[in-house]
T-cell receptor, first 115, second 109 residues
């Protein structure tokens, strides 16, 4: 079964509104999770590292005030796209690593369409 | 940062054919994984292979860390193998990885 669960899978929102995407680790604690973005026909680009109980670390070029990340518990990280615009339409996916191993597990991903 | 290039970018195979996908990286790594992304976007982990060779059914992978490349072999391809294959590498903190450019594979009946 899924090790990392992401919700929602699909979301359509109006331009100017905010959208929240959840990433949950199932049956294990993840002190660190990662958020990636994938534009059509492109590779996955790391957006930020989500750290439980502390501020997220953002990659260069990613607006921290636009992409709010909250890692309030050891099993949940959220990504909020604020004041969404059509250019934010993309596939967003999170990942976490089991403490006992090196394998990275990804959530199912979330397709965001801003109209 | 580390650069990860994959080749070929696109590949069309007849069902039953074999293929080799390549991943080149620009610096030393301590984590390398191969993923298959299906048409719905879901990423499936195929191999964790920072070095050596592994096999899983029709798939196998080899990483030569000293020469900074990894190969993914697909034998007797099936239409369900279609999708995009990514390698992802990490250095230092193993949890943070950089994805390659991807190889889009289409297997036709």
């Amino acid at each position: 079964g899924a090790v990392v669960s992401q919700h929602p899978s699909w979301v359509i929102c109006k331009s100017g509104t905010s959208v929240k995407i959840e990433c949950r680790s199932l049956d294990f604690q993840a002190t660190t999770m990662f958020w990636y973005r994938q534009f059509p026909k492109q590779s996955l680009m790391l957006m930020a590292t989500s750290n439980e109980g502390s501020k997220a670390t953002y990659e260069q070029g990613v607006e921290k005030d636009k992409f709010l990340i909250n890692h309030a518990s050891l099993t949940l990280s959220t990504l909020t796209v604020t004041s969404a615009h059509p250019e934010d339409s993309s596939f967003y996916i999170c990942s976490a690593v089991l403490n006992s191993g090196n394998t990275i597990y990804f959530g199912e991903g979330s397709w965001l369409t801003v109209v | 940062g580390i650069q990860v290039e994959q080749s070929p970018p696109d590949l069309i195979l007849q069902e039953g054919a074999n293929s080799t996908l390549r991943c080149n990286f620009s610096d030393s790594v301590n984590n390398l994984q191969w993923f298959h992304q299906n048409p719905w976007g879901q990423l499936i982990n195929l191999f964790y292979i920072p070095s050596g060779t592994k096999q899983n059914g029709r798939l196998s992978a080899t990483t030569v860390a000293t020469e900074r490349y990894s190969l993914l072999y697909i034998s007797s391809s099936q239409t369900t193998d279609s999708g995009v294959y990514f390698c992802a590498v990490g250095s230092g903190g193993y949890q943070k990885v950089t994805f390659g450019t991807g190889t889009k594979l289409q297997v036709i009946p």
